[in-house]
């Protein structure tokens, strides 16, 4: 131990570990009051210990929000030491995950911490009659693989509809999957093997955490905002460095939680910056469908000239959940996705494969994807509309332009993990923003789902919400 001053202690280890890139560029830094308690320090030497830092220009001060590491070009030339490569870190979320898990399993009544609509938004009654005429006309689905020209016409169906999000898929690349979660694992199986990094945004979906951990990968964390989505600097950066990654996960359209749509131009630089690294990039499109505009937003693939973008896409959120029917197409990577395929799962079931092919050829799957996506618009307004109205100063949302998912930056200071407790205590649940990450970030978020229908009942729970974030800052609960 030297005598140095204890605040410059603080700033030499916050030093080491944003140089082993335990904050990526851009993300944000423990609270003052979290890194005083921390240390065992009062407030004013942990926040010393930042001003050492920003005069290094190693971190950034916002107004309100607190400290960020700095983006490279914050970063001084010449002595300051740059940061290395980026580390990232094995995947381990288990008991931030079981906490949700229990939630579900819970009889919670205002159920707010999935990302899941309400199922009378799902036509219900419609598909069930649709399913018995099927079995009734044709039993034989229940003992039969889909016939391949079946599946080939199924496959030209879906071709038809990528078309209209400007998507251009050949009709032997359309690969069946349970759900996005096969279509991801499959290809996270694929490219990589266990110790190999995987960069992912940070916010990141907590199943994709579930499923490195599972396949036991590294997530290299790249700061993603609700405005513009995944940070091209930062992923640049890390790349510009070394970071050893394998490929990328990235949600371009109403990414999990922050419901951020990333847009075309960025869209196109960052397959410019994957092409200039060798990197495959693996899209997440579970939200797409769910547009609040005029149309399904471009996906990233149809930009792809190389192949190099594994595209996936499912119908359980803009259709049928319990269907569970998701879809890929995966570039240069697709023949061996398909084996991978054979050897996981071999085929979805005939019987819903050929529900969804009636359903869109005879044009109803429009109607039924429009009526759910204005109703979401709908209820995601009065939602935003509700927490900006309870939550206190200084909350920030960003209304998403689609998707079904509110991330709500409480101020700074907010411990969203201990107000679930109280939420919990008055039967109401959301997601908080620790477990959006490996690291223990976004303590001060929370995310809640807009899927439930509006009503008096859910505009009072928010109102609770929003006086439970009040008094956890007050010091209250
Ligand atoms: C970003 C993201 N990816 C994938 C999934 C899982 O999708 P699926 O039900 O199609 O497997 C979800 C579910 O909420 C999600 O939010």
Redesign the pocket.
């Known amino acids: 131990m030297t005598d140095l001053p204890l605040y410059l202690h603080i700033a030499h280890q916050l030093q080491a570990r944003l140089d082993n890139g335990e904050w990526p560029p851009g993300s944000r830094l423990p609270a003052v009051r979290q890194l005083a308690a921390e240390h065992g320090v009062n407030t004013l030497t942990a926040l010393a210990a930042y001003r050492h830092l920003e005069e290094q220009q190693r971190v950034v001060a916002r107004p309100r929000s607190g400290f960020f590491a700095a983006l490279p070009r914050h970063v001084a030339s010449g002595t300051t030491a740059q940061p290395g490569p980026t580390a990232a870190a094995l995947v381990d979320v288990d008991s931030r995950m079981s906490q949700l898990i229990r939630l579900s399993a819970s009889s919670i009544r205002q159920q707010l911490h999935?990302?899941?609509a309400h199922s009378s938004l799902y036509p219900a009654q419609e598909l069930s009659r649709r399913m018995q005429l099927l079995l009734a006309r044709q039993p034989e689905l229940i003992g039969a693989y889909l016939p391949t020209a079946d599946q080939q016409q199924l496959q030209q169906q879906i071709r038809r509809l990528a078309a209209s999000w400007q998507l251009d898929i050949p009709l032997d690349k359309v690969l069946f999957t349970?759900?996005?979660?096969?279509a991801?694992s499959l290809s996270l199986r694929l490219l990589t093997r266990p110790g190999d990094v995987v960069a992912v945004e940070t916010p990141v979906?907590f199943?994709?955490l579930q499923t490195l951990q599972t396949l036991g990968l590294k997530a290299l964390e790249i700061p993603c905002t609700p405005d513009a989505g995944l940070s091209l600097e930062a992923l640049e950066f890390a790349l510009r460095h070394g970071a050893p990654v394998k490929c990328l996960v990235t949600?371009t359209n109403f990414?999990?939680p922050t419901g951020a749509l990333m847009p075309d131009d960025n869209k196109k630089r960052l397959l410019q910056l994957a092409r200039r690294h060798g990197l495959t990039i693996i899209e997440?499109d579970?939200?797409g469908e769910l547009y609040f505009g005029a149309q399904h937003p471009t996906p990233l693939k149809a930009w792809d000239r190389d192949g190099e973008v594994i595209y996936c896409s499912?119908f359980?959120?803009s259709f049928a959940?319990a269907f569970?029917l998701?879809w890929l197409s995966g570039g240069r990577h697709h023949a061996a996705l398909e084996r991978l395929r054979e050897s996981s799962s071999l085929v979805s079931p005939a019987i819903l494969l050929a529900v969804l092919s009636e359903v869109l050829a005879s044009g109803d799957y429009a109607r039924i994807s429009q009526r759910i996506r204005q109703q979401l618009k709908q209820q995601m307004d009065a939602l935003a509309d509700a927490v900006l109205d309870a939550f206190p100063r200084g909350t920030r949302v960003r209304r998403p332009q689609g998707g079904m998912l509110l991330w709500v930056e409480g101020p700074e200071g907010l411990d969203s993990q201990a107000m679930l407790e109280t939420a919990l205590a008055r039967s109401i649940s959301f997601a908080p923003g620790l477990v959006f990450s490996a690291e223990p970030r976004f303590g001060h978020c929370l995310r809640i789902n807009c899927g439930q229908p509006w009503s008096t009942q859910l505009a009072e729970d928010i109102r609770t919400l929003g006086w439970l974030a009040s008094e956890q800052l007050a010091g209250k609960t």
């Open positions: 999935m990302a899941e349970q759900g996005i979660t096969e991801i979906y199943g994709l949600v990414q999990n997440d579970v939200f499912s359980t959120k959940p569970r998701g």
